[in-house]
């Protein structure tokens, strides 16, 4: 689990975040939604050690990873995995070195070991055939993947990925995030993804963080999104005719199929009941 406790950064006299507390539960995929510019790229990069919070603490499995030095932080780094936008492979190298290139930096064990650790990664995202090829040579979805493989490779407790299904088509976008989905759960990961994708909100959402900014507005699951009030996660979920038609929809099977009930209790006051105008 991770925990963010009052996170405060800003950038010269901009604040960014301004005070936001969250909580990133374990062995689920967590979403920070909110449209561009609300914070969820400064967010994730706090909670990774990339840019240091002004004010706040972050705590990664009860450590408080903000009071670490840098020697404790390299111990928690070396159990996080990223996906970072656009998978950011090293074009000069095949689909194998790159996911290798983790194992070389950090790993122990033989070269044996690490490229049978390589092959069943690669496998793992279906992408064994493809070991030889470097990333010019095949596609969006392909490339995403050799950057899952990448971030999985070295085993981590925590998974990032900041808008994975940035530039893939819808059906590409489903694959990639069932394929997300089924490494943290067969792995118990904690994984944290960054993303305005509403098919990934309403398909992956047990936990869902609306960031609006740089705020937190709302939390919940994607069962309880569909019963919220609030207005300005309304707007951003579901913003076309369309959409609100597909919410209603979501609503009467959810009331009939009694899943709802169980898990009303979400919505509390100072839960988006302080709603901006
Ligand atoms: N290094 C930086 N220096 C100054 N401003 C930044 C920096 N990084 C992000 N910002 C600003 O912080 C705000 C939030 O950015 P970001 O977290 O990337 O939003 P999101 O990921 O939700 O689209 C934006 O206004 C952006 O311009
Ligand atoms: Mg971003």
Request: hydrophobic share 35%; net charge neutral; aromatic share 8%.
């Amino acid at each position: 689990m991770i925990e963010l406790q009052d996170i405060k950064k800003g950038f010269g006299d901009k604040e960014i975040l301004k005070g936001v507390s969250a909580v990133m539960e374990s062995g689920k995929v967590n979403l920070i939604i909110g449209s561009s510019g609300s914070g969820k790229t400064v967010m994730m990069k706090c909670m990774v050690g990339l840019i240091e919070v002004d004010a706040g603490i972050i705590k990664y499995d009860g450590q408080n990873f903000s009071g670490m030095d840098n020697q404790q932080r390299k111990e928690i780094r070396q159990k996080i995995g990223m996906l970072f936008q656009g998978s950011a492979l090293f074009d000069s190298m095949t689909v194998e070195q790159n996911v290798m290139f983790p194992l070389d930096m950090f790993g122990t064990g033989s070269y044996r070991d690490k490229k049978k650790r390589v092959a069943e990664c690669l496998e793992r995202v279906n992408l064994k055939d493809a070991a030889k090829k470097f990333p010019a040579e095949i596609s969006g979805g392909m490339k995403k993947r050799v950057g899952i493989a990448r971030a999985i490779v070295l085993n981590p407790k925590y998974l990032f990925c900041d808008e994975p299904n940035s530039g893939l088509d819808p059906q590409t976008s489903l694959l990639i995030d069932q394929l997300i989905k089924e490494l943290t759960l067969e792995y118990n990961i904690t994984t944290v993804i960054n993303t305005h994708d509403m098919n990934t909100v309403m398909e992956s959402g047990d936990h869902i963080v609306y960031m609006y900014q740089g705020q937190k507005q709302w939390e919940g699951t994607n069962k309880d999104i569909v019963f919220s009030n609030d207005q300005l996660l309304n707007d951003f979920i579901f913003a076309s005719e369309f959409l609100r038609e597909a919410k209603e929809m979501r609503q009467t099977e959810l009331y009939s199929s009694g899943k709802w009930k169980e898990e009303t209790k979400r919505e509390a006051p100072g839960n988006g009941g302080e709603q901006k105008k």
